[in-house]
Nanobody, 126 residues
Framework: QVQLVESGGGLVQAGGSLRLSCAAS????????MGWFRQAPGKEREVVAA????????YYGNSVKGRFTISRDNNKKTVDLQMDNLKTEDTAVYYC???????????????????WGQGTQVTVSS
């Protein structure tokens, strides 16, 4: 069992930065592929970034490539999302998710993930 708690959301002006963190409790993150997803009002949940449990493979959604960076520290049981050059369209609730997977597997759709955090609001103002 994995419990996930996101933090770091807030209000920021366009062009600014935020760093989201996902902390896991209950057990190590080793063995778990991780993902960050977001959902804006009236829209479907979409992948922002994902990382294999080895850390060797990553994936970024097209809209965030070159602006966001996902990283993980299995010893600290954290997965971070550094968000730079934020745009108003990045406004959404951001969720952290985990699933058991092979070392180099990256999962980019929400369905296979077994564990989810409660979400953290990111609001980007113009």
């Amino acid at each position: 069992q994995v419990q996930l708690v996101e933090s770091g959301g807030g209000l920021v002006q366009a062009g600014g930065s935020l760093r989201l963190s996902c902390a896991a409790s209950g057990r190590t993150l080793s063995g778990y592929a991780m993902g960050w997803f977001r959902q804006a009002p009236g829209k479907e949940r979409e992948v922002v970034a994902a990382i294999s449990w080895s850390g060797g493979n990553t994936y970024y959604g097209n809209s965030v490539k070159g602006r966001f960076t996902i990283s993980r520290d299995n010893n600290k049981k954290t997965v971070d999302l550094q968000m730079d050059n934020l745009k108003t369209e990045d406004t959404a609730v951001y969720y952290c998710a985990a699933r058991l997977a092979s070392p180099d597997v990256v999962t980019t759709t929400p369905g296979p993930y077994n564990y989810w955090g409660q979400g953290t609001q990111v609001t980007v103002s113009s």
